[in-house]
């Protein structure tokens, strides 16, 4: 139950950082502080007490009762490849906006232009 | 006046000389044993695509560019696409449903169990992945390092 | 869990210094602490295959974020002013609360509820002649997860591409 709640109060550091920050570079930390908690949680929920890794192989004698979730590991290796990519996009378009504004600063974008 | 080094310092060159084949010949070994040990295509796929950035990154764009060009990652991406799709659509057409394992259901073999040759079309489609993700963030980060910051014009 | 708990207050306490930092390269050096923190909270929750992935997607991601603030001249923020912080947290707060209320009715950590993949552990090997059951789940029982996932990252390379061209093509 106590690791419940910390990987909730991670995510609520995460939430800060984007609800609260001004700079771009610092809201795009934030959105990774956010993934790397939510990742976290579904693992978490996956652990079974005293559990191996579900890797078969022939020399440990595994057996499939003491095997950990697989499924939620097939999920999340997924969402961490997805993540990578969601942050160079949004990289990218940092990158497009210092190009034309001249700054990473979220209040000075809201000038109109002409 | 001399020519300008590219890249970084001769400690760096040289260690990247020795490190950037075994850091490529280790993401193929985690891609081909997919099946078997922890790892597979996404993993292996990004280890490959960091070999090729050490490369850039200790001897400059040029070097890095003349083995590997924008254009050829661009065509390895959509060679990796089209084999999973291929992969794909044969499964259909050979049996009922999309994905479906027609080399294992057709000769099931209890004694290939742990061997590199075995379980059907899981390490087609880890190298067909590991095409794609490579060359893939590789095109990202060429695209990123080109950006050049042109002169802001103040009222356009 | 000791372990486990010991590593989440090393993230939580390298998340807030990442947060807080006025030097935005201070401020990456600490998430790539959190995030391999993270790789080594997976290995002792028996996840080898998550580990590998975290790790090298961690140092893909430091390099194009540090790429990124290289740009900038000067590499610190202003100050902000106080009255949305604390709106922030009476919000984040209440949130609290109320995930304190719905984590007490999950099952507790360390006994999941295995309803369906009874099956992908007991049968996966014989059916699908994979010994590392997660690649049989995402490449053979849910392999239509993997195309959609290949999708993704085929639109994002298009995606970078496609924001970063049009600068060259506006003389």
Not at chain 2, 79 to 103: D, E, R
Not at chain 3, 29 to 49: E, I, S, T
Not at chain 3, 53 to 71: H, M, N, S
Request: charged share 15%.
């Amino acid at each position: 139950m106590t690791e419940y709640f910390l990987c909730w109060i991670l995510f609520c550091v995460g939430l800060y950082c984007v609800l609260t920050k001004r700079n771009l570079i610092k809201i795009i930390i934030g959105l990774g502080i956010m993934e790397y908690a939510v990742n976290l949680f579904f693992i978490l929920l996956g652990y079974k007490k005293d559990g191996v890794f579900p890797i078969l192989s022939k020399t440990l004698e595994t057996k499939p009762e003491m095997m950990v979730d697989p499924l939620p590991q097939a999920l999340i290796l997924t969402s961490i490849v997805i993540g990578l990519a969601t942050t160079c996009l949004l990289v990218s378009l940092a990158m497009h906006i210092y190009e034309k504004y001249g700054t990473y600063d979220v209040r000075e974008l809201r000038k109109l232009k002409g | 006046m001399t020519k300008p080094e590219k890249g970084m310092t001769l400690i760096v060159k040289t260690i990247t000389r020795y490190t950037v084949g075994l850091i490529l010949l280790f993401g193929i070994y985690i891609v081909l044993h997919g099946h078997l040990t922890p790892g597979g295509g996404f993993a292996g796929g990004v280890i490959i695509a960091l070999s090729f950035i050490h490369l850039m990154l200790a001897f400059g764009k040029e070097t890095a560019l003349k083995k590997m060009s924008e254009k050829m990652s661009g065509v390895l991406e959509s060679l990796g696409a089209i084999m999973f799709g291929t992969i794909g659509v044969l499964g259909l057409i050979l049996g009922g449903y999309l994905f479906l394992n027609f080399i294992t259901k057709q000769n099931p073999n209890p004694s290939s169990f742990f061997k590199l040759f075995s379980s059907g079309i899981i390490p087609l489609c880890n190298i067909a992945i590991c095409l794609k993700v490579g060359a893939g963030l590789f095109g990202i980060f060429i695209a990123l390092v080109f950006f050049k910051l042109t002169e802001r014009k103040d009222n356009d | 869990m000791i372990q486990v708990q010991v590593l989440l207050i090393f993230m939580i306490i390298g998340a807030v210094i990442a947060v807080e930092l006025k030097d935005l390269l201070g401020a990456i050096v600490a998430v790539g602490a959190v995030g391999l923190g993270l790789a080594a909270a997976f290995l002792f929750l028996q996840a080898p295959d998550l580990s590998i992935v975290q790790i090298v997607v961690e140092i893909l991601a430091l390099i194009i974020l540090i790429r990124a603030v290289g740009l900038t001249e000067k590499s610190s923020v202003r100050k902000s002013n106080w009255v949305s912080p604390a709106l922030a947290l009476m919000f984040i707060a209440v949130l609290l609360v109320f995930a304190y209320k719905a984590l007490l009715d999950i099952p507790g950590f360390g006994s999941p509820i295995l309803k369906v993949s009874q099956r992908y552990l007991f049968q996966g090997l014989k059916e699908t002649g994979a010994a590392n059951l997660v690649s049989a789940i995402i490449l053979d029982y849910r392999a239509l997860d993997t195309l959609g996932e290949a999708t993704i990252l085929f639109t994002a390379v298009i995606g970078v591409l496609a924001v970063i061209r049009k600068i060259g093509r506006k003389k």
